[in-house]
């Protein structure tokens, strides 16, 4: 997998935010309202995450985007924060699912990288659906520690540099 920065000027890049916001409503602002309220508040949200440390997306090799990833470094305590982030394009098959799980380890080791931190935290903040995507990420996110924050509020993703290369290893074979 090949990473590269975000083109936020990127016709398809802000097209596929959109869309996804929209139809998968990970976040509060887009959960409620008309459709053209969504996608203002969604290019809002895109505006935000224009402000990140990093912003990188992972290229598969026939050259088409994997996921889009959002980190924060956070200099205080030496970890890096996922602020957000979204698959190019649907998945479907298990082979998909390798695929954008590759691309999301090469990302977070790529923002490790940049930043000099090796741990990630991600704070999952999503409301629609949350439970299936909780169920995802036990399943697929081998390279996640999940805590609760608080009983019944939140949970915490915990990446670790070691867990990812081992993960990574691991899809390659």
Not at 24 to 37: D, T
Not at 95 to 114: H, V
Request: charged share 35%; with cysteine; proline share 2%.
């Amino acid at each position: 997998m090949k990473i590269k920065e975000i083109d936020f000027n990127n016709i398809f890049f802000k097209k596929r935010f959109v869309d996804f916001c929209i139809s998968s409503l990970p976040i509060e602002e887009v959960e409620y309202g008309s459709l053209e309220s969504k996608t203002i508040q969604a290019k809002s949200y895109l505006a935000e995450l224009h402000s990140s440390d990093i912003a990188i997306f992972s290229i598969n090799d026939r050259n088409k985007p994997v996921i889009y990833c959002f980190f924060d470094k956070k200099e205080q305590s030496k970890t890096i924060d996922l602020s957000f982030a979204f698959p190019a394009q649907a998945f479907s098959s298990v082979k998909k699912i390798k695929e954008l799980r590759w691309g999301f380890y090469t990302c977070c080791l790529k923002a490790m990288e940049l930043s000099g931190y090796d741990k990630i935290n991600a704070k999952v903040r999503r409301r629609h659906k949350k439970a299936s995507m909780i169920k995802f990420l036990k399943r697929w996110g081998k390279a996640f520690e999940i805590k609760k924050i608080k009983k019944g509020y939140s949970e915490k993703l915990i990446i670790k540099k070691k867990h990812l290369e081992y993960e990574i290893k691991k899809l390659q074979l």
